[in-house]
Nanobody, 125 residues
Framework: QVQLAESGGDSVQSGGSLRLSCAAS????????MGWFRQAPGKEREGVAA???????TYADSVKGRFTISQDIAENQLYLAMNSLNPEDTALYYC???????????????????WGQGTQVTVSS
């Protein structure tokens, strides 16, 4: 089973940008659909962005136009570029991997089998 480790979380001011990274080991991310999720205190974990094995992407409405998911299969890394951050984006961000049909992708927590430990993003107004 693939192991995942996130990095890049930080504290930024509203309007700022961050780039999160997720390093994979024990498996090739090109064999999985991959996703970014986040969980704020007192809230359920929610899907932010996902990328399928065909490279197609899906975003939550709340981040469309601001966040971009990408992957470097040669480096076995997943990324999340986040722009125009606002305090509502404050959360612990997780990357996740799942097995499925070619091109399939999902923003549902239950569709993923492997998870990282998370990296904290804090946005102040």
């Amino acid at each position: 089973q693939v192991q995942l480790a996130e990095s890049g979380g930080d504290s930024v001011q509203s309007g700022g940008s961050l780039r999160l990274s997720c390093a994979a080991s024990g498996g090739t991310i090109g064999s999985y659909y991959m996703g970014w999720f986040r969980q704020a205190p007192g809230k359920e974990r929610e899907g932010v962005a996902a990328i399928g094995t065909d490279g197609r992407t899906t975003y939550a409405d709340s981040v469309k136009g601001r966040f971009t998911i990408s992957q470097d299969i040669a480096e076995n890394q997943l990324y999340l570029a986040m722009n125009s951050l606002n305090p509502e984006d404050t959360a612990l961000y997780y990357c996740a991997a799942g097995r499925g049909l070619w091109g399939w992708r999902s923003l549902r927590v239950r569709d993923y089998q492997s998870w990282g430990q998370g990296t904290q993003v804090t946005v102040s107004s």
